[in-house]
């Protein structure tokens, strides 16, 4: 048993903060791995790094970064980049609807797919995190599981598999989390609509005064 | 091996025989126990589903989704100012530091900062909610084990860290207090001299809660050595915050990252426990809340002259890109994936709250404990039920 009081477990002065070069290091490093799976990078500068890896190098990728130092996981989640049909439930219920806009456009490191998967993993001894991304095909929905690698990601890829549809192959147990057994649909996809916003518009619209800014918005900002 | 004599070698054999007749006929089948969704030991709407044989828990599942709110759908349909109303309500103990991260992860999309004097308001508010948020969870530790006294000191001192919260923010569960660039006022008159005050008698709770559970023989031995969870089983799940460093890991992230907060002005300790068990991880949770009052004490030393809000516009647009932040909030690492396509909200956001992660692992923790223990690695566990559903 350990005494009540410990002074030799925690480290007195703290590693130094990450860096920019330890990301391009990172991204090498993983190159070196996995190869060409590594489809895109970014490096937000002194702040944060992605990766977006092939569909196929999925599992492949959390074990690469596992064994490069990564072994903390943070989450895992799925990403919808198609602009919502319903818009925000914000607009004036009077006037034309807009056209729906309905080009998709992914975000940081670009993708293919309408759906991506994502994930964080953390080294802890560097402090230095990664998100990792990587497209899942649109005829048939699945990535392979990382619950072999990371425990912890059964449960958010049971999350991320009734919000958002996605499969995940090799997962030891896909039942819903939140919702009921027989609720159809997947309710973070963006075509799925919010039934409330439906019903009643966001009553918040209904007394906002116009505000002084509309007229001249770029006052504030400038000044 | 000496050599037994026949005799006593007949009586070994019918004694084994006799053995494993009696086992046959108290065997039983498995029993499936049910505890929650509304039990006085879940804090909340959670239902664990246990197997057990005899007194051993085989198999445990925890049902969540009792208060699925479906927040990561509807900041879809709010603006960025609107939606630290809905994160407020994530882990309701500590709302305040729910805030901080979706707002710092918004400011780094339009790259700005708040004020110093924000800064460091912000920083002395997210560790004044830890206080209030840890300071009850030492006190319903003692009521997971009959121990009821401790539970009504704690709600009497932390009504003294939420009348500062009131006080400040003008809400005692859900302040909504920051803003895109700042904080939406100061500080009021005398509130940094009653800060001071309330921290001293949060050190007297630390120290009678110390004396009265923590030296105590039955919550010694209900908790040291139960539910240990080795470091590399705690990252592989994603434990952060006291469970993580109750294995041994030593990692915080008000120390470990750059953020736009004054946790570097202050000095403070990481504490970690190597065992790993039950004790541990409230063991590390007491001191962290005697480090909150440190850090409060000393940042109330410092804080600037000042505005508290950055010039931003009246109308927020939010440049298009992708921002992580996380900070380390009362119950371990809170992370807002914000996505932005230059509208007037955001056009996903991905939450990642500690408690999901925390209690993902009840699956491995709780196999092989006894029913009683059960108990005590949920409440050492500490979670609390809008922070796994959101």
């Known amino acids: 048993m350990a005494p009540l009081s410990d002074s030799d477990t925690t480290q007195e002065e703290p590693a130094a903060l990450p860096g920019d070069g330890l ?10 791995r996995i190869g060409d799976a590594v489809i895109d990078t970014h490096i937000a500068p002194n702040d944060d790094l992605w990766v977006r890896v092939s569909t196929d190098a999925w599992r492949q990728t959390a074990e690469a970064l596992k064994a490069a130092g990564f072994t903390f996981f943070s989450f895992l989640s799925g990403l919808d980049w198609l602009p919502s049909p319903y818009g925000k439930g914000e607009e004036d219920p009077t006037a034309e609807p807009e056209e729906p806009d309905t080009e998709i456009r992914p975000g940081v490191t670009g993708g293919d797919t309408r759906f991506q998967v994502f994930a964080r993993l953390v080294d802890i001894d560097r402090h230095v995190g990664i998100t990792v991304k990587a497209d899942v095909p649109d005829d048939a929905p699945a990535v392979d599981s990382w619950t072999t690698v990371f425990a912890g990601a059964n449960w958010h890829e049971r999350e991320c598999h009734e919000m958002f549809g996605i499969g995940f192959n090799g997962h030891p147990d896909l039942r819903n989390m939140y919702l009921p057994g027989d609720f159809e649909g997947f309710p973070l996809r963006k075509d799925f609509p919010l039934l409330s916003r439906m019903i009643k518009p966001w009553p918040g619209i209904v007394d906002v005064e116009p505000m002084p800014a509309q007229d001249e918005p770029e006052e504030d900002a400038s000044s | 091996m000496t050599m ?19 086992n046959v006929e108290l065997e039983t ?21 246990c197997r057990l044989d005899g007194e051993q828990v085989v198999w445990a599942e925890p049902g969540c989704g009792y208060m699925h709110r479906g927040y990561e759908k509807l900041t879809e349909v709010r603006t960025f100012p609107q939606v630290t ?119 007297e709770f630390c120290d009678i809660i110390e004396d009265l559970l923590f030296g105590n023989e039955i919550f010694q031995s209900r908790m040291r050595g139960i539910g240990i969870i080795p470091a590399d089983i705690a990252k592989d799940y994603g434990l952060s915050g006291a469970n993580l460093r109750a294995s041994g890991v030593d ?38 809340t005697r480090e909150s009052c440190r850090i409060v004490e000393q940042l109330l030393d410092q804080i600037p002259a000042g505005p508290i809000m950055t010039k931003v516009p009246r109308i927020i647009k939010v440049p298009e890109g992708e921002a992580w932040v996380s900070t380390e909030n009362p119950l371990g690492e809170m992370g807002y994936y914000v996505v932005s396509k230059g509208d007037l909200g955001p056009f996903r956001v991905k939450i990642r709250s500690a ?14 404990v006894y029913v009683p223990d059960v108990i005590t690695i949920l409440a050492s566990l500490y979670f609390i039920l809008g922070d796994i559903d959101r």
């Not at chain 2, 089948?29 to 589903?49: F, K």
């Not at chain 2, 084990?145 to 003008?170: K, Q, S």
């Not at chain 2, 403070?268 to 001191?287: E, I, M, N």
């Not at chain 2, 408690?355 to 092989?368: A, E, T």
Request: glycine share 8%; with cysteine; aromatic share 10%.
């Open chain 1, 23 to 32: 990301r391009e290091g990172i991204v090498d490093d993983l190159r070196r």
């Open chain 2, 4 to 22: 037994m004599s026949d005799r006593q070698q007949l009586s070994y054999i019918a004694g084994q025989a006799a053995d494993a007749r009696l």
């Open chain 2, 29 to 49: 089948e498995g029993m499936t126990l049910n505890i929650g969704p509304q039990h006085p030991a879940t804090h909340g709407t959670l239902r664990i589903i």
């Open chain 2, 85 to 203: 109303t809905l994160v407020n309500r994530i882990d309701w103990l500590g709302s305040f530091a729910n805030e901080v991260p979706f707002i710092l992860a918004a400011e780094k999309l339009m790259d700005i900062e708040a004020p110093p004097r924000a800064q460091m308001i912000r920083t002395i508010l997210f560790e004044l909610s830890r206080i209030a948020n840890v300071s009850l969870f030492l006190g319903d530790l003692g009521v997971q084990m009959g121990a009821i006294t401790p539970v009504f000191l704690a709600f009497r001192d932390r009504e003294y860290v939420l009348n500062l919260i009131e006080g400040a923010t003008g809400g005692r569960f859900h302040p909504n207090f920051d803003r895109i660039g700042g904080l939406k006022d100061d500080l009021p008159k005398g509130w940094i001299d009653e800060t001071r005050q309330v921290m001293v008698k949060l050190r």
């Open chain 2, 251 to 288: 990692y915080d992230l008000r120390r470990d990252q750059d953020l736009p907060m004054a946790w570097d002005k202050a000095d403070f300790k990481v504490w970690t426990h190597p065992d790993g068990d039950s004790f541990a991880r409230c063991w590390v949770r007491l001191q962290e």
């Open chain 2, 355 to 368: 408690s999901f992660n925390n209690i993902s692992i009840v699956p491995w923790v709780l196999k092989g």
